[in-house]
Structure formats: C-alpha cells, structure tokens
Nanobody, 124 residues
Framework: VQLQASGGGLVQAGGSLRLSCVAS????????VGWFRQVPGKDRDFVAA????????YYADSVKGRFTISRDNAKNTVFLQMNSLKPEDTAVYYC??????????????????WGQGTQVTVSS
C-alpha cells in the first residue's frame, strides 16, 4: 500500500490544521494507521494512531485533547485534526500503516509502510 500525506502548512499558534493520509494500491481497512512527527536532528515521535475499524485511538500525551485522529475506510483516508496548535508542534508529519494494529504503532514507534512527510510550522 502507498501512502500520501497532505495538509501541512504554516499557521499561527492557537490555529488549526487538518492532515490527510490517502492510501492507494490496496484497501486501507486491514491497516491500523498512525501519525508520527520528526524535527531535524531529533528522534521520530509517535503522535496518534487508529485501529483498523476506527473504534480505538491512541494519542501521545503532548497532543491529547488537541488532536483527533479519524478514518474513512470507504475513501481510504485517515485524518488528523490538529487544534490549539503550539510552536512545539512544528515538525514534519508522517502517516504510517501496519496490520499489527494501533497498539503496535503506539508502543513500537515503527511501521511497515510510510508516507512522505508533510511540513507543519506553527509560529508564535
């Protein structure tokens, strides 16, 4: 499966962005999907994940209450709604998919499939 992330951009602190991750080359439903982010020179961090059916979600403590992950399997798309953005949210955001489930993405910080990144920049 190939993943295409989009929706990044420049926003002021307190603003919102919605990232999208579209899958092609296969159906999305067998895969849990996660979002990760990375700042140059630092390790990749887990942000959020959603189970194959969408019933279970996982969030990093730093984004709980501000970010919401959701999916539309009919459209092979996963979304990350980011509200109340902070300068420390600035990073390249990557979507990832794995059949081992959302808990695997949350615990391992690894995935079988990765999309290209989309830059999110939050100005103070």
């Amino acid at each position: 499966v190939q993943l295409q992330a989009s929706g990044g951009g420049l926003v002021q602190a307190g603003g919102s962005l919605r990232l999208s991750c579209v899958a092609s080359g296969g159906t999305f439903s067998p895969y849990a999907v996660g979002w990760f982010r990375q700042v140059p020179g630092k390790d990749r961090d887990f942000v959020a994940a959603i189970s194959q059916g969408g019933a279970v979600t996982y969030y990093a403590d730093s984004v709980k209450g501000r970010f919401t992950i959701s999916r539309d399997n009919a459209k092979n798309t996963v979304f990350l709604q980011m509200n109340s953005l902070k300068p420390e949210d600035t990073a390249v955001y990557y979507c990832a998919a794995d059949q081992r489930g959302g808990s695997y993405l949350y615990r391992s910080n690894e995935s079988s499939y990765w999309g290209q990144g989309t830059q999110v920049t939050v100005s103070s």
